[in-house]
C-alpha cells in the first residue's frame, strides 16, 4: 500500500528530523502534540500542527487522512506514553501503518506488542552505528551511501505479482547477479508470515505471488527488474 | 676557575643526550614500575637471590665445588654492588643540582658556591644511603667480603631484597606503614608487659631449687613463649607467686594477640578499595591494545555490548562511583576517574599510541564530551575519537574539538525513517544484517592481490556458491565501490570486499582463502 499522508506525533528533535525527510515525500503531513510549548514551537515551524490528548477521540485523524493511505509516527519522548499512544491508535484503526520510536530493545518488545507496524529502536540503531564506523567503517561508507544519499546504487523491495515471470519458480533457478546485475539480499514469505530470510539460507524456496523480494542494485536494473515482474516485456 | 669548570661540566652532561639517555634508561630498568623491561630485570635479580639462598643453605652441611662459593661470592655480589651504585646514580641528577645552584647564585648577583651545591648533593645522596631499602642492599653485599666468616648470614638480608622486586611484598609493607603508631603502641606495651613480667618470675622462681628459671636470660625467654601463647613447657613456673604472674601474662597474652591481629584486619579493611583500584590499574597497563569509552551512559553500555563481540579489550571511564559500580557488576573493566582530566591519564600511565585502538566519548551531555576530547587532543593527535552529538547546533564545537567521527542519533533516526516508510522491509532486513542478532551478517574481508584468483574461484566452490553473497569491493585507492564485481577486474592492493553470510562461513572463506593449495 502506497501511504500518501503522515501523520507524525510529537514534536521533539526525533519528530523534527523525522519531518525533514518526509516533507518531500508525502502530500499531507499532520503534526500532533501534547503541550502548547510544542505546538507554538511546530506552528513557528510552519507545520500544519494539532493538539492531542491520550484519550480514544481519534475524530480528527479520520477527518483530516485517508487513514487507509495515511502513515503515522509515534515519536513522543516518554516511551510509556509512546506505548499508550500506539495500543490506541491500533484500538481505533485496525490497518493504520504505524512506526514507533523506543528507547531500547526493552520498550521495543512493548511497542510490538502494543500494535506497532515497525519499531525504530534509538539506542540499539545508534549503537550499531557507532560500533560498525569502529569495526566495520567501509562497510558502514557504503551502507550509508546506498541508503541515504542519492546515490545510483540502492536497495529495493518489490511484491511478486500474479503475472510476474518469477511467481512459481524456484529461487535456485533466477540469477539475479549474473541476469540482473542485483543482488537478493532477502525475501518475505506471505506464506510463513511477515518475517524474513536471508538469501543465502533460503535457495529452495518456491516463490509465489505476495512474496517481497528485498535487491540491492543501481536504479535502472532494478526498474528494468520491477517492469518485468510486473508483466512487462522489458528486460533480460 | 674550579667552580666554572663544574658548572660548565654539569651542564654537559645536563644536555649529553647519550648520558641523560642511559640515566633514563637505568632509571626505568631499577625504578619505573611501568617499564616494559623492568619485570625481567626483576625477575633475575629475584633468581639470583633465590640461588645466593641455596648456596648459602647448601653449603652448612655439604662440602660445595669451589667455583659454587666463588659464583656466589663474587659473581653475585658483583651484580649486587652494580645494581647499589646505579640506584645510588639515578636517585638524584647531580649536574641538575649544580645547575640549580648556579641559576640561584647568578640570580642573586653572587659567586657560585661550589660548597652549597656539594652540600645539597651529598643530602640527596645521603637520601638514599639511609633509606631502609638502600641499607638492605647494603648489607646483601657484605658476603662479599667473606674473609669474615660471620658475615656469611648478611646473605640473608639478601632475601629481604625480595621486597624491591617483589610488588604484593611492598604492597603489604605500605599497608602496614599505615598504622604506624597503633604498631609501635602495641610494640611498647608487648615490650613493658615482657620486662615486667619477666622479672616478676625471675623474683618468684629464681631462688626455688626445683624451678628451672635460674637466670634474668631463662626469665625473658619464658615470658616471651607465653605472652605469645606458644607455651613449649620447657620453662614452668613452680611457685604460687610464679603461677599467679603466669596466669596475668596468659591473659595479656591474648590482649597482644589480638591487638595485632585488629591492626592487620583493620590496615588491610581500609586499604581494601585502595588495593582493589591499584590491580585495576595494573590490569589496565597489562592491556596492548583497548578501546577507551569516556562516560558509561545507557548508549554506552549498548555500545561496548555490540563492542565485546570484536574481543579487544573495553576500558570505562566514568567520574560517577554508582555508574562505576553498575558497569563492575556487569563484569566491564571500569574507572571511578574523571576522563576530562589530565591527571587521569598520567595516574593510569595510558599510552595512547600504543595502547588504544580509539576513544569513544559517550557522556550524556555535549559538554562533558567536548571536555573529554579536548583532553585527549591535548596527548594525542593520531587516535581517533569517536564521539555521541546530543545536540545538533554542536557539531561545529566537535569537529573544532578534533572529534573525528560524530554521531547523532536524531539526524540517525530522522534518515532512517525515510527507509522504514518506503521500505520497511528492507530496513528490518538491514538493522538485522547490522545488528548481527540472526547468524546472517554483513562483513569486511580485506583482499590483496595474491589472493585475487582464488577470492573469485572460492565464490564458485559448492560450499560458497549462493550461500555467499559479494555485495562489491570497495577500493580504498580509488575510494569507489564496485558493486557486483566482475572477475575480470581482478584484485587490487587496498580492496576490501562487502559480503553478505552466515559467520561461519565467512570464517572458513577468510580461512581458505589465505590456506595454501588448491581450490
Not at chain 2, 648577583?109 to 643530602?123: C, G, L, Q, T, V
Not at chain 2, 632475601?159 to 606503614?177: E, P, Q, T
Not at chain 2, 599467679?244 to 578499595?273: C, N, P, R
Not at chain 2, 600511565?349 to 576513544?359: D, L, P, R, T
Request: proline share 3%; hydrophobic share 45%; net charge neutral.
Amino acid at each position: 500500500m502506497k501511504h500518501h499522508c503522515a501523520a507524525i506525533f510529537g514534536y521533539n528533535e526525533y519528530s523534527k528530523q523525522i519531518l525533514k525527510q518526509l516533507k518531500g515525500s508525502y502530500r499531507n503531513i499532520g503534526v500532533f502534540v501534547i503541550s502548547d510549548a510544542e505546538f507554538l514551537e511546530a506552528q513557528e515551524d510552519g507545520y500544519s500542527v494539532e493538539k492531542f490528548d491520550l484519550s480514544d477521540n481519534w475524530e480528527e485523524i479520520e477527518v483530516r487522512f485517508d487513514v487507509d493511505s495515511l502513515i503515522v509516527f509515534c515519536a513522543l519522548t516518554d516511551d510509556a506514553e509512546n506505548v499508550f499512544l500506539t495500543i490506541s491508535l491500533r484500538a481505533t484503526f485496525e490497518k493504520l501503518f504505524i512506526i514507533a520510536l523506543a528507547q531500547d530493545n526493552e520498550s521495543m518488545m512493548k511497542m510490538k506488542s502494543a500494535g506497532a507496524d515497525k519499531v525504530m529502536p534509538i539506542l540499539q540503531i545508534a549503537a550499531n552505528v557507532i560500533a560498525d564506523i569502529l569495526g566495520k567503517p567501509i562497510m558502514t561508507q557504503v551502507l550509508h551511501d546506498v541508503l541515504y544519499e542519492d546515490s545510483d546504487l540502492t536497495i529495493m523491495e518489490m511484491e511478486i505479482g500474479a503475472n510476474s515471470p518469477i511467481n512459481g519458480q524456484y529461487l535456485h533457478d533466477i540469477h539475479f547477479k549474473r541476469d540482473f546485475d542485483l543482488i537478493l539480499l532477502a525475501i518475505v514469505d506471505q506464506e510463513q508470515g511477515t518475517t524474513f530470510s536471508f538469501a543465502s539460507k533460503g535457495q529452495n524456496h518456491h516463490i509465489d505471488e505476495g512474496d517481497i523480494l528485498v535487491l540491492m542494485g543501481y536504479k535502472d536494473k532494478l526498474q528494468r527488474l520491477k517492469k518485468w515482474n510486473a508483466g512487462v516485456d522489458a528486460c533480460k | 676557575m674550579f667552580g666554572r669548570w663544574i658548572v660548565d661540566t654539569a651542564f654537559f652532561l645536563h644536555t649529553y643526550h647519550p648520558y641523560q639517555r642511559s640515566k633514563i634508561f637505568f632509571y626505568n630498568l631499577l625504578e619505573n614500575q611501568h617499564y616494559r623491561y623492568k619485570k625481567y630485570f626483576d625477575f633475575f635479580m629475584i633468581g639470583l637471590i633465590f640461588l645466593s639462598v641455596y648456596i648459602l643453605v647448601s653449603s652448612v652441611k655439604h662440602e660445595l665445588p669451589q667455583g659454587w662459593l666463588v659464583f656466589n661470592n663474587y659473581v653475585i655480589s658483583l651484580f649486587f654492588v652494580i645494581e647499589y651504585t646505579l640506584r645510588f646514580w639515578v636517585y638524584s641528577s647531580n649536574s641538575k643540582t649544580i645547575i640549580e645552584q648556579y641559576e640561584r647564585d647568578l640570580f642573586l648577583h653572587r659567586p657560585f658556591s661550589f660548597f652549597e651545591a656539594m652540600k645539597s648533593i651529598f643530602k640527596q645522596k645521603m637520601e638514599y644511603v639511609l633509606s631502609p631499602t638502600a641499607i638492605i642492599d647494603l648489607l646483601a653485599i657484605m658476603p662479599f667480603f667473606h674473609e669474615f666468616r660471620l658475615l656469611r648470614i648478611f646473605i640473608l638480608f639478601r632475601v629481604l631484597k625480595l621486597f624491591r622486586y617483589a610488588k604484593s611484598l611492598r604492597r603489604l609493607i605500605s599497608i602496614l606503614a599505615s598504622k604506624k603508631f597503633e604498631i609501635f603502641t602495641l610494640i611498647v606495651f608487648t615490650m613493658i608487659m615482657i620486662m615486667v613480667s619477666s622479672v616478676l618470675i625471675y623474683m618468684m622462681e629464681a631462688n626455688n631449687p626445683d624451678s628451672r628459671i635460674n637466670t634474668l636470660f631463662d626469665a625473658v625467654y619464658w615470658a616471651v613463649v607465653t605472652i605469645f601463647t606458644v607455651g613449649y613447657g620447657d620453662f614452668v613456673p613452680v611457685t604460687h607467686g610464679g603461677r599467679i604472674v603466669a596466669m596475668m601474662i596468659i591473659v595479656s597474652g591474648i590482649a597482644v594477640i589480638s591487638f595485632a591481629t585488629s591492626i592487620v584486619v583493620s590496615a588491610f579493611t581500609e586499604k581494601l578499595d585502595e588495593i582493589k583500584e591499584e590491580k585495576l590499574i595494573d590490569s589496565v597497563n597489562a592491556l596492548k591494545r583497548m578501546y577507551l569509552v569516556c562516560g558509561f551512559s545507557p548508549l554506552a553500555h549498548e555500545v561496548i555490548r555490540k563492542l565485546h563481540k570484536r574481543h579487544l579489550p573495553i576500558l570505562i571511564l566514568e567520574k560517577d562511583p554508582q555508574k562505576v559500580a553498575l558497569a563492575r557488576r556487569e563484569g566491564l573493566l571500569a574507572l571511578a576517574y574523571d576522563s576530562a582530566s589530565l591527571h587521569t591519564y598520567n595516574l593510569l600511565k595510558i599510552n595512547f599510541e600504543h595502547q588504544v585502538e580509539a576513544v569513544i566519548l559517550l557522556h550524556e551531555s555535549d559538554v562533558a564530551n567536548i571536555y573529554a576530547g579536548l583532553t585527549i587532543r591535548e596527548l594525542t593527535k593520531i587516535i581517533p575519537l569517536y564521539s555521541v552529538l546530543h545536540y545538533l547546533g554542536n557539531r561545529k564545537k566537535f569537529s573544532l574539538a578534533g572529534i573525528d567521527h560524530i554521531v547523532n542519533t536524531h539526524e540517525l533516526v530522522g534518515s532512517m525513517s525515510r527507509i522504514i516508510a518506503h521500505q520497511p522491509v528492507a530496513f528490518e532486513v538491514i538493522h538485522a544484517l547490522r545488528s548481527e542478532q540472526t547468524s546472517t551478517i554483513i562483513d569486511e574481508i580485506i583482499l590483496d592481490s595474491t589472493v585475487g584468483d582464488r577470492f573469485y574461484k572460492l565464490l564458485n566452490d559448492p560450499l560458497f556458491y549462493q550461500r555467499f553473497s559479494v555485495l562489491g569491493i570497495f577500493s580504498t585507492s580509488t575510494q569507489l565501490f564496485h558493486f557486483n564485481p566482475n572477475p575480470e577486474r581482478g584484485i587490487q592492493p587496498g580492496d576490501v570486499a562487502i559480503v553478505i553470510a552466515n559467520r561461519n562461513l565467512i570464517d572458513e572463506f577468510r580461512a581458505k582463502l589465505h590456506r595454501r593449495g588448491k581450490v
